[in-house]
C-alpha cells in the first residue's frame, strides 16, 4: 500500500522511473490493493504480474531501475539477496530480518511507511553505480554441507 500511495507522488520526481511492477503470489490484501488501483487510477504506473517463473523474476530484476521490498514482516528476506546477486540496486527497509540478512549492503528506509523518504531514497540511489554483490554465506552448496554436516552430528 505504501508503493502505491508513493506512485500517486512520484511525477513530482521527475528523474526516477515512473512505472512500478509488483510480482509474487496474490496476498491476503490482494482486493484491496487493486481497488486502491482503480480509485487512484495508477493502472497505467503500476503492473501486477501475480505468480512469475524464477526466469521471468530474473528478467524482471536484470531490467529494472531499482528492486524495492517494502516488507515489514519477513522469514528470511530472499528477494534483496537475489537482486543484489544480479546486480541491482536495493531499497528495502530495516524491519524484522532484512537488514540481518542482507547485511547492511544495499539501501534502506528508516520508516517503511513514510512515501517521501522512499520517492527521496529513490531519488538519491539513481546516482549510485549498480554492482554484483555474492552472498557465500548463501549459496545452495554451502547451506547442503553445512546441513549434511548437522545430520551427521545427530544421527552419529
Known amino acids: 500500500m505504501t508503493l502505491l500511495k508513493m506512485m500517486e507522488e512520484i511525477n513530482k520526481y ?3 522511473p515512473q512505472k512500478l511492477i509488483v510480482s509474487g503470489v496474490k496476498g491476503y ?4 490493493l487493486m481497488q486502491e488501483l482503480k ?3 495508477l493502472n497505467k504506473k503500476v503492473i501486477f504480474t501475480g505468480f512469475v517463473s524464477n ?4 528478467t524482471l530484476l536484470k531490467n529494472a531501475n531499482i528492486f524495492l521490498f517494502p516488507s515489514i514482516f519477513e522469514g528470511f528476506g530472499m528477494p534483496p539477496i537475489e537482486a543484489m546477486h ?9 524491519c524484522a530480518s532484512i537488514y540481518e540478512v542482507t547485511k547492511g549492503k544495499c539501501f534502506y528506509v528508516e520508516d517503511p511507511h513514510d512515501i517521501r523518504e522512499w520517492l527521496q531514497k529513490i531519488e538519491e540511489i539513481q546516482k549510485e ?7 557465500k554465506e548463501y ?3 554451502r547451506i547442503t554441507q553445512e546441513y549434511l554436516k548437522l ?3 545427530v544421527f552419529k
Open 14 to 16: 521527475k528523474n526516477i
Open 129 to 135: 553505480k549498480e554492482k554484483k554483490i555474492d552472498f
Open 39 to 41: 480509485e487512484k487510477k
Open 86 to 94: 544480479l546486480g541491482k540496486r536495493v531499497l528495502t527497509t530495516k
Open 29 to 32: 490484501q490482494q482486493d484491496t
Open 139 to 141: 549459496k545452495k552448496e
Open 55 to 58: 526466469e521471468e523474476r530474473n
Open 151 to 153: 545430520f551427521n552430528q
